[in-house]
């Protein structure tokens, strides 16, 4: 039998109340459109764009993958009607920036990357851990997390850089988002270029605990899904 039809046998039981056998399906089968969407958010705040549009792509990109985050991992409604309402700020805030002329959207694009990063690597743990079914699935959500503990260090790194009084890097005195995701990034995978060091004490201690934790999360999490993924092929 297929794991997808033994993994959820509630479906297909009467008895189970309508908003259970919904919660266990929503989970199913879209943490690739995730794992897209953070992949297209990704690529595009980190290319560095410059102009007042720039706000709304962005608000577009990261609603849409909050959205879709939490659709796929069943979160509550609550969670949801603050996620959209959030999302309405953004388009709200960014489209009057775009044809209004309004400078300052950082309060509703920095609302939104708190939920992106803070709540979306919760809800999609919850809904894995209440799944207890390893599949592609859950390797998909499992390397959204991955790519979400990225963007919390960069989102983190930038509020050091705007809050302190002095520049967060040593080589660079005005840093970009695209920077602080560049540096995230290369960071949590220890490629270390050395193009961009973190200038203070905290930066340094942040830089090194994303590291130790992105390793830990690859070779912990990532490869025993992967390895317990590549048995249950074997067995079925």
Do not use: H, K
């Amino acid at each position: 039998m297929a794991l997808a039809e033994t993994a959820r046998p509630d479906l297909m039981n009467p008895s189970v109340p309508s908003e259970r056998r919904i919660d266990t399906r929503v989970p199913e089968y879209r943490f690739g459109i995730v794992l897209l969407l953070l992949f297209a958010t990704f690529a595009f705040l980190a290319s560095g764009p410059t102009g007042n549009w720039v706000a709304l792509v962005a608000v577009v990109l990261q609603g849409a993958t909050l959205l879709a985050a939490l659709s796929a991992s069943g979160a509550s409604r609550a969670l949801w009607r603050l996620a959209v309402f959030v999302v309405l700020v953004g388009l709200a805030s960014a489209t009057a920036a775009l044809f209004v002329g309004v400078d300052d959207v950082s309060g509703p694009l920095f609302l939104l990357n708190l939920l992106l990063v803070g709540a979306a690597p919760v809800v999609i743990v919850l809904s894995l851990v209440r799944r207890r079914v390893i599949d592609v699935q859950t390797v998909l959500g499992a390397l959204c997390v991955y790519i979400l503990l990225g963007m919390f260090w960069s989102f983190a790194y930038a509020a050091i850089g705007e809050i302190g009084s002095e520049p967060f890097f040593s080589q660079q005195s005005n840093a970009t988002l695209a920077d602080y995701l560049y540096f995230s990034f290369v960071t949590q995978t220890t490629v270390g270029y050395g193009d961009f060091t973190a200038a203070g004490g905290l930066g340094r201690a942040l830089a090194v605990l994303e590291a130790l934790i992105g390793q830990l999360y690859l070779v912990t999490v990532i490869a025993l899904l992967v390895s317990n993924l590549g048995r249950r092929g074997r067995a079925s």
